[in-house]
């Protein structure tokens, strides 16, 4: 069927200033493969379902709207942790500020040299869990991405890796359009962890591709923040394999426009996918999570936690679903979406979601949005307790769902802290 002309329009202006990037054969194939996907679904409008929450036009741009730097950072995330850092500044691999890339029990390889080598372990992957993503709902930035990513780095845990993998993002020119594409596989048994943190640019755009194989287990933690003009769209795929373990966790602080994409399959018996997400949002903010869990084995468990602190004209929105497939019976799926709107100016947004085809299940879905409770205010204001710091601490108890879904205690706590500092410097 062909293309409005409008959403035809927009597309061919984006593509016209776009070029694909020089790989090897099979890499020039995916990346073919993914500008024809892109063509045939044509860039996103307001009416397309699962945008009509959230207005894409500054990512559909052809150039990136400027976002204002952030004057400093004296306690950038997760740099005091023992970790192997790989730094992206404005979506470029910075091999000087980076740490060497040989890890037990770990490959890292720059994207570019792995699209370039004939023969590599990433060709069964790049582009492959993006494409499965499109059924059934179109994801056009990821397909954008998989066409025209510039760098990114590829992963393959062999082992318990040691320690985690840092991806620390560098933002440095008010104009930056970054497009960063990560394929990561977790081989039978093996463990990994990933971090990421920093504005990355003034738009970006990234994939990340994760595939566990039996018995692997894939952990990661997120933060979103600091440059507060900033767009992002992110997309994280994941495939589980038997008894295998993903665990995910978001945090976004301040920034214009963001849109999390997750679209996780449970294709092994016994797998566990929990995704979780924090945001705190004062006035021109727009958070978006966007979530797909689809279950295809037999006694898997899911878990999606998303909870939003909203003020000032904040809006966020949640759009997830839960599908469970014929034959995955003793399916266990919970999903909780949750606003706390701190003035009637925000806004929140839900669009929550169950299809089963099974009839041995445990599936529940819930959204709630609402005020602070008087009751539990007034009860700390009788105690002495400070009406602004009773406020924070029913804010903090409100998240603490999510960031429990956080399995390392040490960030789980640093987390708390930058939430608690955030509220500090947000007080009305």
């Not at 036009?57 to 052809?62: K, W």
């Not at 492959?128 to 025209?148: M, W």
């Not at 279950?295 to 939003?308: I, M, Y």
């Amino acid at each position: 069927m062909a293309l409005p002309q409008a959403k035809l329009d927009t597309t061919e202006a984006r593509l016209a200033a776009l070029s694909l990037p020089e790989s090897g054969a099979w890499a020039s194939e995916a990346r073919g493969s993914a500008l024809e996907r892109l063509k045939s679904m044509g860039l996103p409008g307001r009416r397309d379902e699962y945008w009509r929450f959230t207005a894409p036009d500054t990512l559909n741009a052809v150039d990136a709207p400027e976002a204002a730097l952030f004057d400093g950072d004296d306690n950038p995330a997760f740099c005091d942790l023992d970790r192997l850092c790989i730094v992206f500044r404005d979506g470029v691999f910075d091999a000087e500020a980076s740490d060497d890339l040989a890890l037990e029990g770990v490959e890292v390889l720059r994207l570019a040299e792995a699209t370039g080598q004939d023969i590599h372990w990433a060709k069964d992957l790049y582009g492959v869990l993006e494409a499965r993503a499109h059924d059934p709902v179109p994801r056009p930035f990821a397909a954008l991405n998989t066409a025209f990513a510039t760098d990114g780095v590829v992963i393959r845990a062999t082992g318990k890796v040691s320690k985690p993998i840092h991806l620390r993002y560098l933002h440095e020119k008010t104009d930056s359009d970054a497009i960063l594409h990560f394929v990561v596989r977790v081989e039978k048994d093996a463990d990994l962890t990933i971090l990421e943190g920093g504005p990355a640019a003034a738009r970006f755009n990234k994939c990340m591709e994760v595939d566990i194989a039996d018995g692997g287990a894939f952990h990661h933690v997120r933060l979103q923040g600091r440059d507060h003009e900033r767009r992002a769209v992110t997309h994280l795929f994941a495939r589980l394999g038997e008894a295998s373990t993903f665990k995910s966790f978001t945090l976004t602080a301040n920034g214009r426009l963001t849109r999390n994409e997750a679209f996780i399959e449970l294709t092994g018996n016994d797998a566990v996918a929990h995704i979780a997400g924090a945001a705190v949002g004062d006035g021109d903010f727009h958070h978006d999570d966007t979530v797909f869990v689809t279950h295809d084995a037999v006694n898997c468990e899911s878990r999606q936690v998303f909870k939003k602190v909203l003020k000032n004209g904040a809006v966020g929105t949640f759009q997830g679903k839960i599908l469970v497939k014929a034959g995955a019976q003793k399916t266990d799926g919970y999903q909780i979406s949750q606003s706390l709107l701190l003035d009637e100016d925000a806004q929140f947004l839900a669009k929550p979601e169950l299809e089963i085809y099974a009839d041995d299940v445990a599936c529940s879905h819930g959204s709630t949005s609402g005020a602070i409770d008087e009751e539990a205010l007034f009860y700390l204001r009788s105690r002495g307790v400070p009406d602004a710091d009773a406020k924070d601490l029913l804010v903090l108890a409100f998240l603490a769902e999510a960031i429990e879904e956080i399995e390392d205690d040490d960030i789980a706590d640093d987390i708390r802290d930058r939430l608690e500092g955030w509220l500090s410097r947000h007080r009305a």
